[in-house]
T-cell receptor
Framework: DTGVSQDPRHKITKRGQNVTFRCDPI?????LYWYRQTLGQGPEFLTY????????KSRLLSDRFSAERPKGSFSTLEIQRTEQGDSAMYLC?????????FGNGTRLTVT | GESVGLHLPTLSVQEGDNSIINCAYS??????FIWYKQESGKGPQFIID?????DKRQGQRVTVLLNKTVKHLSLQIAATQPGDSAVYFC??????????????FGRGTQLTVWP
């Protein structure tokens, strides 16, 4: 069990640029979740996948956000035309059943 | 030491003391609850969970208590150690009958353990 892996760990971008993050879940975990965490707050649910199917999206996930899990393994989260309000930690989690296992996140800073 | 997670976001205890971190959850229909520990720069780490058909569950040095009447959850840490210093979050699952649904996290409590 190598844990949930996220890349990059940190990303600094200018407002208006597009960014993409990657998440590699724990092997064989069929469910994968994306959460966003701002400073001083708990994580907020964004979306989740069961295998390759995206089953639910939060209203926090505006049309500038898109997530994919094409082969039911790794997932990507893309943010288009980034805004300063997008600055946050983006967390990925996976599970086969039971508690979610989180990665260490990607810290996004939009300048 | 004792803290109400949503109103007193910090808790300081001496090494070796017991810690109690409290959490008020929002949805009376929630049937699954989890405590996570988050160290600086890291993702949340699972500590212990409990289903709504239980009032108490024990792990290694940790105990979770659930009071459904007042929608209250607490995490007790025995013999607190410096390595326990972190932010602690309670989370509730809104999708009844499953542990796989969305989790709603509380605000978190910063626990600081001093020697």
């Amino acid at each position: 069990d190598t844990g949930v892996s996220q890349d990059p760990r940190h990303k600094i971008t200018k407002r208006g640029q597009n960014v993409t993050f990657r998440c590699d879940p724990i092997s064989e975990h069929n469910r994968l979740y994306w959460y966003r965490q701002t400073l001083g707050q708990g994580p907020e649910f964004l979306t989740y996948f069961q295998n390759e199917a995206q089953l639910e999206k939060s209203r926090l996930l505006s049309d500038r956000f898109s997530a994919e899990r094409p082969k039911g393994s790794f997932s990507t989260l893309e943010i288009q035309r980034t805004e300063q309000g997008d600055s946050a930690m983006y967390l990925c989690a996976s599970t086969l059943g039971g508690p979610l296992h989180f990665g260490n996140g990607t810290r996004l800073t939009v300048t | 030491g004792e803290s109400v997670g949503l109103h007193l976001p910090t808790l300081s205890v001496q090494e070796g003391d017991n810690s109690i971190i409290n959490c008020a959850y929002s949805n009376s229909a929630s049937d699954y609850f989890i405590w996570y520990k988050q160290e600086s720069g890291k993702g949340p780490q699972f500590i212990i969970d409990i289903r709504s058909n239980m009032d108490k569950r024990q792990g290694q040095r940790v105990t979770v208590l659930l009071n459904k009447t007042v929608k209250h959850l607490s995490l007790q840490i025995a013999a607190t150690q410096p390595g326990d210093s972190a932010v602690y979050f309670c989370a509730e699952n809104w999708d009844r009958g499953s542990t796989l649904g969305r989790l709603y996290f509380g605000r978190g409590t910063q626990l600081t353990v001093w020697p």
